[in-house]
């Protein structure tokens, strides 16, 4: 993930900013190849992967900060209702170098060297408009989704992201996924998403130390089956209903706090995306690692943020520390060779 700032004189360098970075995205992910230009100039790619982005399956989804509707560009009035700044929740120690942003990339791929060959193709053809502000590295072990099944662990070693909403689920989506035309957001809004994204240190060293019976209370999940406490597989449905005391589960696991499995709560799903991430170590020789944690929700107010209210006081907390990320708005996909990101918002 790389969130830029954006430097464009005006609307129209705006523009075609996104039209310069949706033909690189589209040439990136499609692999077709770039020309050759007389030895005298600068070749048109980096090289790193050769002339053309091998098969590795890369996705680059773009979002904007609230930042980009200031009064730069007109576009005040166009802004989604829910997108503001990332407040500071309990428990955040916000770094501003690695918080919010213009503009958000987001690239993935099979391999690390596809991600960065990605991220300098699209800085070199809009390197006018847009200055690099934070970038965060993540991975994860890639393997096949299955529903209500985590596709990897974090580095607390806990499988992350069992019970997700699973994608191919139509319905699912357009209910707490995607904005419909119907929302209170603007027209160009629609089939888009609200992206939060969350920088997450973890103390690792201090988590290795702290016995497995109370990791799984915390959690509220078996460690190596990824089961919820009162069950076997991972699949399995936790019943909160049937622990009202929360003998078994603690009534602040972070699982039984995340999603209660209530009627009042049941309307606060987001689709998780998180990656881990490692950044070296700290002054104090500390493991500087953690989870890139993303969401995206139809609604900031009914998904992340209700979510985040209800983990405020959790016992995790003593284990972890937000440090940056943002709010932003992932854009609608582009329809055809005509279309570019950000189209219906830019253009007059």
Known sequence: MAAFDVTA?????????FRALTDEARRLMTGEPYEERDEAFPPLHAGTVGDRTPKADLSIVTALGASLFDDRYGLADRKPRELVQMPFFPNDRLDPARSHGDLLLSLSADSPDVNIF??????????????????VEGFNRRSRPQPGKAPARNLMGFLDGTSNLDTSDDDLMRHYVWVARDDPEPDWATGGSYMAVRIIRMFVEFWDRTPLAEQEAIIGRKKESGAPLDGKREADIPRFDKDPDGKITPLD?????????????????????GVSYSRGFDDAGRLDQGLAFVSFQRSLESGFIAVQRRLDGEPLEEYIQPEGGGFFFALPGVRDRDDYYARELVEP
């Open 253 to 273: 696991a972070h699982i039984r706090l995340a999603n209660p499995r209530t009627p009042e709560t049941s309307n606060n799903l987001i689709l998780r995306r």
């Open 9 to 17: 004189a005006n609307r129209d360098e705006l523009r075609e900013a």
């Open 118 to 135: 990605a991220l300098r193709q699209v800085m070199r053809v809009t390197r006018g408009e847009m200055t690099l502000r934070w970038m």
